[in-house]
């Protein structure tokens, strides 16, 4: 009766789905998710206790899963590999052996699902006999050394086709010396999407559960970035754009929405963003106890994270979140 007289209402344009859906300001759609994918040498295929509702995959169960999600709209997949100690060295050389099972896997997709983009992680740690992502000497992890392997490996995997590489690794210079490697041998098609503000996070903790790949002894905090810095992110950002980087990601992507603002001003590149597993499991964890309704949680946390600026998310939920949209 007494409504005030206001000539402003902003929930005019809340009032229906129909208006609401016009004046969205963030659309999600399967086109711009990447699914992250855990590989292992076995045939069969192994349920991740550390990351519920995900596979470690042997090659058969990894093409069929591929190819179910390219069916609900996913155009892209992220190849992790759980690699046996036996092939485990301290210069990770089994990161660049054109018969491994990245290789293998790279293959298999191209050949099955030719219309996937398979992007391929460039880091030495689930080869390294220390866990970490570089060579490590004398307690230290050597930066120029570990970016030679790491070009070998880019080497290795666009031969098997990979359409773009992801240095994870985060050493000096790799971008740079990647993409100087791939011009060289042939692959100038081959793109290069940085990790450009990888953060030494603790939300990693069920990732390297299912590849076994924790480091041996220290933390990475030598290479990954201070949580704490968001300014540090844009001198990332400037070196990659330098040395040739077709995408740039942040990772992990929730807490670090600041960052992907940021990065999104300061970039005309596209900006990825990885919501990583320790955010996965959180979603999961509290669905799964009945305290959040899963669906709507997992869809809100990924348009916050495109609201902010990410172009492409790669998530765990690529798959099921594809269903759902
Ligand atoms: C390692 C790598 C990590 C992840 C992707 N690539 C772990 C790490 O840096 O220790 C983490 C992904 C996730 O937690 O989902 N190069």
Not at 141 to 166: F, M, S, Y
Not at 294 to 319: K, N, Q
Request: charged share 25%; net charge negative; glycine share 8%.
């Amino acid at each position: 009766m007494s409504d005030l007289d206001l000539p402003i209402r902003p929930r005019r344009n809340r009032r229906s789905e129909a208006i609401r859906g016009l004046v969205r300001e963030t659309r999600l759609s399967p086109q711009q998710l990447i699914y992250p994918l855990f590989l292992h040498e076995d045939k069969g295929d192994t349920p991740l206790e550390s990351l519920p509702g995900q596979t470690r995959w042997g090659l058969d169960g990894l093409v069929r899963e591929v190819e179910r999600a390219h069916k609900l709209g996913i155009n892209a997949v992220v190849l992790f590999p759980k690699v046996p100690e036996t092939k485990k060295n301290p210069s990770g050389d089994e990161s660049w052996n054109d018969k491994g099972l990245i290789p293998r896997a790279i293959r298999a997709i191209k050949e099955s699902v030719p219309g996937v983009a398979v992007i391929t992680d460039v880091a030495l740690d689930p080869y390294n006999s220390d866990g970490h992502d570089g060579i490590v000497r004398g307690g230290v992890i050597v930066n120029d050394e570990t970016v030679d392997v790491l070009c070998k490996q880019a080497l290795c995997q666009a031969r098997a086709g990979a359409d773009i590489v992801a240095p994870s690794d985060m050493m000096d210079g790799r971008v740079g010396a990647i993409r100087a490697a791939l011009d060289a041998e042939g692959f100038s098609d081959v793109a290069i999407l940085a990790y450009t503000a990888k953060y030494a996070s603790a939300y990693y903790g069920p990732f390297r559960g299912a590849l076994d790949s924790a480091p041996k002894a220290g933390d990475k905090k030598t290479y990954q970035m201070d949580p704490a810095n968001a300014r540090e992110a844009l001198r990332e950002a400037a070196l990659d754009e330098d040395e040739g980087a077709d995408m740039l990601m942040v990772k992990p992507a929730g807490p670090y929405l600041d960052v992907i603002a940021a990065l999104r001003d300061f970039s005309p590149l596209p900006i990825a963003a990885y919501q990583v597993s320790g955010e996965y499991l959180m979603i999961k964890a509290a669905a799964q106890s009945g305290w959040l309704n899963e669906r709507a949680v997992v869809l809100e946390s990924l348009t916050g994270i495109a609201r902010a600026g990410a172009d492409m998310i790669l998530t765990y939920f690529a798959a099921q979140a594809a269903e759902w949209l």
